[in-house]
């Protein structure tokens, strides 16, 4: 089940808000009006939603999350009571993590590749579960976070459950550490105000995915799917810039109804992106991109390795190796992780000290073809059709200009025009005028602001509900991760 379906909004959603309020009434009665209300009735429900949704498509795959929070719990539980063996069961711990985000995503491409070599290995061809690279993660943040004493260890295991399995986040991220939410986890209030942003905030996400991730995938589908060997050099440009265009609103999309969901429940996700394709350096690309990511190799892997201070260049090609890893088993993630390390390493030592005296312009521009290129890397995991596109892509086809890519470029122009606007941050300016108007006239700002809110919500609904009447395409691409 995905967050932009039909049967998710207008039944599974529908479904949970009301037991979900039930749940809210159930933890009220009786408590103290001094002391902040328990959560426990309203975590059940959340923690059965949430597996009925991720069960929804792959039923089986919910034993093996479930297997993988019993062990996380009672390893927590080890290192929060020990003090002789709390490094050793840490150790067991993330290692059980990582044989199990093994075996599942990596076990494949590695008896492929020892075939490759000349071995007789039978390929287990095991399915990927969906989501297994968030919550894998997530339960390392967990048994790190209570390990350094950022967080104690969960005593009821359908809390941790809960933390594990939370449908807003859980098949796409954003990757959410366990000291973000463990205190909403034991208390947590949620007020109106709360529930109106919340929404709000899930439906820009809606638009995001169905209004524009869908319509530019249409264009990118058109021209990267095919046979690349007639492909002209403008369509190989336009299809990769459309794909470009296509994953930010789609994984960006999905990450604002994750936080919009999460806000209505009284959890505060971390942004996860913070208008990207504005940057001028690559580095700073990576800084607002998938945050919740980078920050966790961050502080999981590059800082114990010891960061900027010992084995810099070994310490930054191992969290890009591992950054294309996470992506997928796949060499075109592993090329596509170690070129974005070596394009930061690189700019440490020689754009970053000069930035301020290049044009931000000429930044901008060189920042977008390395992000471009980079994602027509990402896109292809055969090596021969991430040849052909690129050799495409370089001109090296007799066609530079055809009747198709003229056709991808009026018939979708405002696709184009509002998709590039979108990227940038007009949402801040206008929200920060609308804040404005409130506090110089309350009397029309206020309710202007609420007025406007409304419309969008109700546009962005209706005109979702139409274009998801019959959509084909429709899954998220992070999904696959």
Known sequence: MVFSDLFFLFVFLPAFALCYLWANRSDKKGAPHDRMVSCATRNMVLVVFSLLFYAWGEPVYVFLMLGSVVVNFFIGRIIDRQRRFRRAALIFGVAADIAILGVFKYANFIVDQCNALGAHLSSPRIALPIGISFYIFQSISYLVDVYRRESPAQRRFVDLLLYISMFPQLIA???VRYSTVAEGITAREVKANDVAEGMYRFLRGLAKKVIFANQLYEVSHQFLDGKLESLSMSGAWIGVIAFTLQIYFDFSGYSDMAIGLGRCLGFRFNENFDHPYCSKTITEFWRRWHMSLGSFFRDYVYIPMGGNRRHQPLNILVVWFLTGMWHGASWNFIIWGLFYGVIVYGEKHTLLPRKDRI????????????????????????FTRLKDFFYALCGGTHLVWDGVSEAALLDHFWLWVAAVLL????????????????????????????VLRFAVSVAVLVLCTALLVGATNNAFIYTRF
């Open 173 to 175: 991220g954003p990757i």
């Open 359 to 382: 044009p931000g312009a000429l930044l901008h521009f060189y920042t977008m073809l390395l992000v471009t290129l980079g994602f027509g890397i990402f896109y292809f995991d055969d």
């Open 423 to 450: 990227c940038m941050p007009l949402r801040g300016i206008i929200d920060g005028g609308l804040d404005r108007l409130a506090k110089s006239v309350p009397s029309v700002g206020r309710p202007l602001a609420l």
